[in-house]
């Protein structure tokens, strides 16, 4: 390869990692099989670093990587017992304070752990348009469905959100509806 594209892939690495990090957790729930993810992705966009390149979006090419790698995963792993997240240990008083600056961390992480909870077909979806940001034809694109497949996945998984989540006792908000705003981001 030359120097050029090793250069080119490098600056692609750099620049896109976080966000595929980001993504790969929201889809795993964890750190160490995020990084591998993220790692497994980058590996096959340098296998196919030319056709990466000359691809409309570089960006969604490797996305659409990633999302394949992490079903291919869940494929692998379903069966097997999973070990939870983390034990429900949030602090109420903390979520009761409207003022406590540690509110949105603690809201943020129920929404993880129930986000966890969801099929994949619809956590994928609702990572993708609200972590990602990306449009219903984005993802329809990228997950290989219709548009209102997306549509339905993502109403279904905001439905099933609303029903785990608690309403918020400081402001009679519930987390599921910050998330659908972008505000657990």
């Not at 790969?24 to 980058?42: I, K, M, Y």
């Amino acid at each position: 390869m030359r120097v050029a594209d090793e250069a080119a892939f490098a600056e692609f690495v750099q620049s896109r990692s976080p966000s595929l990090f980001r993504t790969a957790l929201l889809l795993t729930g964890g750190r160490d099989p995020a990084d591998d993810l993220v790692q497994s992705t980058l590996e096959r966009v340098w296998q196919q670093w030319g056709r990466v390149r000359r691809a409309d979006s570089p960006d969604a090419y490797a996305r659409r990587i990633l999302v394949n790698l992490a079903n291919d995963r869940w494929r692998r792993r379903r069966g097997r017992s999973e070990v939870p997240l983390l034990d429900s240990d949030t602090n109420t008083e903390a979520q009761a304070s409207t003022g406590d600056p540690y509110r949105q961390v603690v809201l943020r992480d129920e929404l993880i752990r129930v986000l966890h909870t969801l099929p994949l077909k619809m956590r994928t979806v609702l990572v993708l348009r609200y972590f990602d940001d990306l449009s219903d034809e984005g993802i329809a694109d990228l997950m290989q469905v219709s548009a209102s497949t997306v549509r339905s996945q993502a109403s279904r998984g905001l439905a099933k959100l609303r029903e785990v989540v608690p309403a918020d006792e400081g402001t009679g908000t519930r987390c599921a509806h910050e998330y659908e705003q972008g505000g657990a981001q």
